[in-house]
């Protein structure tokens, strides 16, 4: 099929043209139609699969004629992270060169005042992450009552980072008629509810995800005692022929500790992760595309979605958490056709979490010895991961593992996340492991107070208010902090006043209390 099949206006022909697509992707071809036909959307894709054009391709076409009226967008884009957000406008503007489209970009970590101006002389795209969205919404600066476009984008991930209240309180100020085009890379029951809330007879388009990693990314493992880690590290980052690499941490304080090290080691290494300033952020994504950094070391923020051409390389440097985000760093390389090495350093500690990573990709990861460090065992023999090849034993190749094991390990059920986000709570704390080389002691950072949570709480208002304002202004995508608590649910069971109790036993509790006095 080709793009003149689809529906689109010339001027977005023209510009796709220019990009140099010579075919629609599958999604592309099974959602513009839809789109442009007005009907609501149900998408199942993940990045990859050309998502974002088949939804910003037909919105230009349907918003070219029409005009904004000051502080009422005309469309509105949700993303779960900044880094998302701004490569969803970068493709606005390159699909919509031809057209006098204005956009505006609201992401927490930019200033306001320059957000809101643009936001006053009318904007026709709008593309936010949720908790800056509603900021400027409660500040009266923005009206959602022309919205006649919505777009939820990874809404699988929204739902992980604790936006769904948000996006529900959004959805509420939208007017009723609009198209909601609905994206997600899974349908889990709870994404699936929310599609039937805020979907009115949505037109289903399901691609198969992208070339699986598996096929295209030749993954090894190293088993190292935790203080060995950076040394092992190094050792890859020397002898593989690195082009660019994202680094991955589990935690963002370790970021910039491994950061520092690597630049001491005369590595060109720049940071990203979820705490810095958002201009920090930008300028060293930029760099980073450029070639101008060759190695980041950052948090999962980096690893859904962010779309850099031609990565050469991943590594974790620590297991990750959950099983699925392994898959997802390392499908940040092997993109596109090309092929994409990705390396992972293991502890014995990490016995559980790289058991359920080979549970969840049906395959074992190719064992490598580092030169001049002793390979380490696996703990917990229950949860040991299985090895193929001799009896169990390590292959000893030189960082260059086979791109695929030998022996298929055969089909597991898969875990469902949350069984697998139950192995991370199994762990050790991090704090009761042997400290790595180097590591600073420095206290866990906590989480401050929002200026308008401290105020919600001097002013009285109720606690469940405060909460959510302060998992809001987290700042959007705050990549290592999972909710907790109850969120806004209010469990019944903390609404039953509780039971008096007998006056001799209050009297006793407070002589008691005076004696301590
Ligand atoms: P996405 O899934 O939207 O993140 O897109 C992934 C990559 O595919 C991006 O680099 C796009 O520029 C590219 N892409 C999108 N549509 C096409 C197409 N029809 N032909 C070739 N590349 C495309």
Redesign the pocket.
């Known amino acids: 099929m080709l793009f003149s099949e689809l529906g689109l206006g010339p001027d977005v022909l023209r510009a796709i043209e220019d990009k140099g ?1 010579t ?3 599958p999604i ?1 071809e099974q959602a513009i139609p839809w789109v442009l036909q007005g009907r609501d959307v149900l998408g199942c894709a993940q ?7 088949g939804f910003t391709l037909p919105m230009i076409s349907l918003l070219a004629s029409g005009r904004a009226r000051a502080r009422m967008p005309r469309s509105l884009i949700l993303e779960p992270t900044r880094e998302l957000a701004a490569q969803v406008a970068d493709s606005f503007e390159m699909y919509g060169k031809y057209h006098k489209l204005s956009m505006a970009l609201l992401i927490g970590g930019e200033t306001f005042s320059e957000q809101v101006k643009k936001l006053d002389r009318g904007v026709d795209v709008l593309i936010a992450t949720p908790g800056r969205l509603i900021d400027l919404f409660e500040r009266g600066n923005i009206m959602l009552n022309d919205i006649k476009v919505f777009v939820i984008d990874e809404a699988d991930r929204m739902l992980d980072m604790g936006f769904i209240p948000d996006i529900e309180r959004i959805v509420s100020k939208l007017p009723k008629t609009r198209q909601t085009l609905f994206f997600s890379a899974t349908m889990p029951p709870e994404i699936r509810r929310l599609a039937d809330a805020f979907l009115t007879t949505p037109q289903e388009v399901t691609v198969a995800p992208p070339a699986s990693p598996a096929e295209t990314v030749t993954q090894a493992m190293a088993l190292v005692q935790d203080m060995d880690k950076r040394k092992a590290l190094r050792h890859l980052l020397r002898t593989e022929d690195v082009k660019n690499a994202f680094i991955f941490c589990n935690r963002k304080r370790d970021i910039a500790v491994l950061q520092k090290s690597l630049e001491r080691h005369g590595f060109n290494a720049g940071a990203l992760h979820g705490d810095m300033v958002q201009s920090k952020r930008t300028e060293t994504l930029d760099l980073f595309k450029k070639g101008e950094i060759s190695l980041l070391v950052c948090s999962d923020v980096a690893a859904r ?1 962010i ?1 850099v051409q031609g990565l050469s390389h991943v590594f974790n440097f620590d297991v990750p958490l959950t099983p699925d985000d392994y898959v997802h760093r390392i499908g940040r390389t092997g993109r596109a056709g090309k092929q994409g090495r990705a390396f992972m350093l293991a502890t014995p500690d990490d016995t559980k979490l790289v058991g359920a990573i080979t549970r969840l990709i049906k395959r074992e990861i190719p064992m490598i010895a580092i030169d001049g460090l002793e390979t380490a065992e696996f703990g917990d023999e229950d949860a040991r991961p299985r090895r193929g090849g001799r009896g169990g034993s390590r292959s000893r190749s030189e960082g260059r593992p086979e791109a695929r094991s030998r022996d298929e390990r055969p089909n597991r059920e898969e875990r469902p996340a949350r069984e697998e986000r139950a192995v991370r709570d199994e762990r050790a704390p991090r704090e009761e492991r042997p400290l790595r080389e180097e590591r600073p002691e420095r206290p866990e950072r906590q989480p401050r107070e929002s200026l308008a949570a401290a105020e919600a709480r001097r002013n009285g208002e109720p606690r469940r208010d405060r909460d959510r304002d302060r998992r809001r202004r987290r700042d959007d995508d705050d990549d290592d902090v999972s909710v907790i608590g109850f969120g806004d649910h209010m469990p019944a069971f903390m609404l039953r006043s509780a039971r008096p109790r007998p006056a001799a036993e209050t009297v006793a509790e407070s002589a008691e209390q005076s004696q301590e006095g």
């Open positions: 697509y075919q629609p992707t592309q990045t990859g699969t050309g998502k974002t054009a979605g779309d």
